[in-house]
């Protein structure tokens, strides 16, 4: 039989090794998340998925599941913590989604309608960020960077390039290209490239595409990423909890 | 019946989109209008804004005048709504905020191509800008904000009547936006 815990109040089942958010995407449950991408090993910098355990907050994507934990998740506090780093986030970059091509298909945009977040609330930082145009097909605008470090984690560990990685420390943290020249062009990335796909925000982007999919059919038009987040979940299928069953 | 609500509306640093898209909820505005009667409004061309009970102002703040106007509407009126993403976040004008306002005017007046003759406005008239663009927030208090480029007539109407009704208002999945 598998262990489970409960979060807010319902049983979850996982198996050994699973993190407590493997676990609650895989049996139906969301916890919103951004820095968390199911293909990758966790990298806990977000704390949007920021959970109670046993009355005691932690990120739920790097904490491993245990049977008989107590956890909350959707709690007007809880809830309140995650608005405001979304709007941290927001504050500290350049977000203007008008003309932003990932607008729609953004997850840092979609998490902060779910959360009804209206206004960054503090003032804006208005960094200085130019954008690398050099590469002839891609577009890198680091106005956007939420320094999840997923393009870091795609580059090095699927596409073995190593183009990004990530310099400075505190507020002067940044995103930096791997190249003499620190441009994209002198990289060996590709459009085919995992790098490409990974990134949660608009910051790299291919060329050439723009605003290609009309408002109202874009990913986050049609559904909240709290329903869309649960279909890209690997889920456990129905059979497989059948046989755990079965072979108690 | 009770006493109708006034309210006053106003663009800044804005495209008067919003506005448009105010007017966007059609044949509602007349059902507004049971509720509502307009104080200063680009609808009733009253200059000055006196007591009200609800200020909407769309776009942040880029010059002098901005900051007079919004300071004016905070003094009258009871809650203040920040419409649309350039008073919420400074937005499209607030995009020359990395730039230095000075090497922003010589481009647009002098250096660009066709400009020879061209120069600074400097008419005593004209406010002045300000070094930055600011949303309406880092002024003043802002109450409510109602988020989108511009937000649709259905989201500026669900907002005002859950307030107008004493509710707290939600826009919800669909009728929220950045964009
Ligand atoms: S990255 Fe997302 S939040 Fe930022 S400007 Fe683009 S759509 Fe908006
Ligand atoms: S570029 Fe995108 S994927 Fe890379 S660290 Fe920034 S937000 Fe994350
Ligand atoms: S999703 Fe867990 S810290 Fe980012």
Not at chain 1, 42 to 66: D, F, I, Q, W, Y
Not at chain 1, 105 to 133: I, S
Not at chain 2, 124 to 137: I, Q, R, S, W
């Amino acid at each position: 039989m598998s262990d489970t815990f409960h979060l807010d109040g319902a049983e979850v089942p996982f198996e050994s090794g699973q993190t407590v958010m493997q676990a609650a995407l895989a049996a139906g449950h969301y916890i919103p998340h951004l820095c968390y991408h199911p293909e990758f090993k966790p990298h806990g910098s977000c704390k949007l998925c920021t959970v109670k355990v046993n009355g005691r907050t932690t990120a739920s994507c790097t904490m491993p599941a245990e049977a008989g934990l107590e956890i909350e998740s959707e709690t007007e506090e809880l809830n309140a913590l995650r608005r405001t780093l979304v709007q941290m986030l927001f504050a500290e970059g350049n977000h203007f989604c008008p003309s932003c091509e990932k607008s729609g298909n953004c997850m840092l945009q979609a998490l902060g309608y779910d959360l009804e977040v209206h206004t960054a609330g503090f003032r804006h930082l208005y960094p200085d960020r130019p954008v690398d145009a050099s590469h002839p097909d891609i577009l890198l605008d680091f106005n956007r960077c939420i320094l999840c470090e997923l393009c870091v984690r795609a580059s090095s560990e699927v596409d073995g390039k190593n183009v990004f990685g990530l310099a400075g420390r505190g507020i002067t943290k940044h995103l930096i290209v791997n190249a003499e020249s620190g441009q994209l062009a002198d990289t060996d990335i590709a459009l085919a490239d995992k790098a490409m796909q990974v990134c949660p925000v608009g910051v790299i982007l291919p060329k050439r595409v723009g605003f290609s999919i009309p408002i109202g059919s874009r990913r986050y038009d049609e559904r909240p990423i709290s329903a869309q987040a649960l279909d890209d979940a690997p889920r456990q299928s129905a059979a497989s909890g059948g046989c755990t069953a079965c072979e108690e | 019946m009770s006493k109708k609500l006034r309210i006053a509306t106003t663009s800044l640093a804005g495209c008067f989109g919003c506005h448009m898209s105010f007017l966007d909820i059609d044949e509602r505005l007349l059902a507004l209008l049971e509720l509502v009667e307009f104080d200063r409004s680009p609808i009733t061309d009253i200059k000055h804004c006196g007591p009200c009970d609800i200020g909407l102002i769309e776009g942040g703040i880029c010059n002098a005048e901005n900051v007079h106007v919004l300071r004016e509407f905070r003094k009258n009126c009871k809650i203040l709504i920040a419409i649309g993403s350039c008073a919420i976040t400074g937005g499209l004008p607030a995009q020359r905020n990395h730039l230095d306002l000075g090497s922003c005017l010589t481009e647009v007046y002098l250096t660009e191509p066709g400009l020879a003759h061209g120069h600074i406005p400097n008419d005593p008239e004209l406010p002045l800008p300000l070094d930055k663009v600011h949303p309406l927030h880092e002024v003043v208090k802002i109450d409510y904000f109602i988020p989108g480029c511009p937000p649709s007539g259905d989201a500026i109407w669900k907002f005002l009547t859950d307030l107008i009704a004493g509710k707290t208002p939600e826009l919800g999945h669909g009728l929220i936006k950045y964009d």
